[in-house]
Nanobody, 115 residues
């Protein structure tokens, strides 16, 4: 079993920045893929960014150039640096770890972009 705990969400003005963190604990095997997903009110959960154990990244088109995903394998943690935030980035952000075919999810952290 793997537990994921997100932190770093909050209220930020348009154009501002936030850094999300996700710490994993439990029976963690490598290689694995960690990622961030988000779900806005009334919408389906969508991919934001993923990163593999060796650092290969993938981003949704909507966040390319504004968000950066990174990880610290020694700390079993993944991060999401979010810059130039827009109101449409408002959502609950979830951390996910995929190990082989098993997905583990965190409970999410709310990001609100509003003036």
């Amino acid at each position: 079993q793997v537990t994921l705990v997100e932190s770093g969400g909050g209220l930020v003005q348009p154009g501002g920045s936030l850094r999300l963190s996700c710490a994993a604990s439990g029976n963690i095997f490598s290689p694995n893929v960690m990622g961030w997903y988000r779900q806005a009110p009334g919408k389906e959960r969508e991919l934001v960014a993923t990163i593999t154990s060796i650092g290969s990244t993938n981003y949704a088109d909507s966040v390319k150039g504004r968000f950066t995903i990174s990880r610290d394998n020694a700390k079993n943690s993944v991060y999401l640096q979010m810059n130039s935030l827009k109101p449409e980035d408002t959502a609950v952000y979830y951390c996910k770890m995929r190990v082989v075919i098993q997905d583990y999810w965190g409970k999410g952290t709310l990001v609100t972009v509003s003036s």
